[in-house]
């Protein structure tokens, strides 16, 4: 929140360049903090052994849980189409509200006030699994909707505070299910193939997003957003209850049948 405010400011008063040494300069603390760390004071943990093959039993892993195919599923869709924050507010502040750094700072930092709110509520609030990770797609869509709707600063900083909390409670409850749901030797593999969703999306993601809004427009490339995340939350819903209708199934057939 703090950083998002101060670069705006920066980037109004001194330029984009300043903002991007302080920034530079803010990773000293962090280096000086990991190189101060005691070793021997880490929990210890048993690596598994390096084998061929590995990359491929963790993908045959999460396709074996339906709960984890369908949550990977969703990151690969959600991320691409709904953490776009940087690139949108920047063409809503430069497009919609013809405003100037400082609004860019201001937006960012209730995103990131709203993001905060989101971690704290599920501390607090802690739920893991399928159906959680469906209710916050839909949020994160009706998020993106507001967003796309609203054209004055007040509700754009409401919009982005519902957009900042909804992607928290989302990408939180993916790690959560994805931690809990995965055994402790397949669970740096599955963790990595979450750090590829998130981290990857902004490869493809950005640059979809960025076309869509020149083509389009802002409004339009967030509201197809929200389409996506809307339909892939009901397509996920639809997915659950057969795979349950399917269990349930599988489970009456057992006890009519067991010998």
């Known amino acids: 929140m703090l950083g998002a405010a101060c670069g705006g400011v920066l980037l109004t ?12 300069a803010s990773f000293a603390l962090i280096v000086l903090m990991l190189a101060t760390l005691s070793r021997g004071e880490l929990a210890p943990q048993m690596p598994v052994a390096r084998e061929p093959g590995q990359i491929r039993q963790g993908l045959r892993y999460v396709c074996s849980d339906h709960v984890l195919v369908a949550t990977a599923i969703m990151m690969l869709v959600v991320f691409p189409a709904a953490y776009n924050f940087q690139i949108a507010i920047a063409l809503i502040v430069s497009t919609t509200l013809a405003g100037d750094g400082q609004t860019y700072g201001a937006l960012m930092a209730v995103l990131g006030l709203g993001a905060l709110a989101g971690s704290v509520l599920l501390t607090r609030w802690v739920r893991t699994g399928l159906p959680a990770i469906i209710a916050w797609t839909g949020t ?23 957009y900042g909390v909804s992607a928290s409670l989302f990408s939180v409850t993916v790690v959560g299910t994805l931690q809990a749901r995965t055994r402790d030797e397949m669970r740096g593999r ?9 981290n990857g999306s902004v490869l493809w993601g950005g640059p979809a997003f960025g ?14 957003s929200a389409a996506i995340c809307a339909l892939l939350a009901l397509a996920a819903a639809g997915y659950r209850l057969s795979a349950k209708f399917i269990q349930s199934g599988e489970r009456r057939y057992s006890a009519d049948y067991q010998p």
């Not at 993106?144 to 519902?162: K, P, R, T």
């Not at 083509?215 to 197809?224: D, F, H, K, P, Q």
Request: net charge negative.
């Open 211 to 224: 076309g869509i809004a020149q083509w389009l427009g802002v409004s339009a490339a967030l509201r197809g």
């Open 190 to 198: 599955v963790m990595a193939l979450y750090a590829i969703c998130f």
């Open 140 to 162: 994160l869509a009706v998020a993106q909707a507001m967003a796309s709707a609203v054209h004055s600063l007040e509700l754009l900083l409401a919009a982005c505070f519902a």
């Open 13 to 24: 008063e001194l330029g984009a360049a300043s903002g991007f040494v302080v920034n530079a």
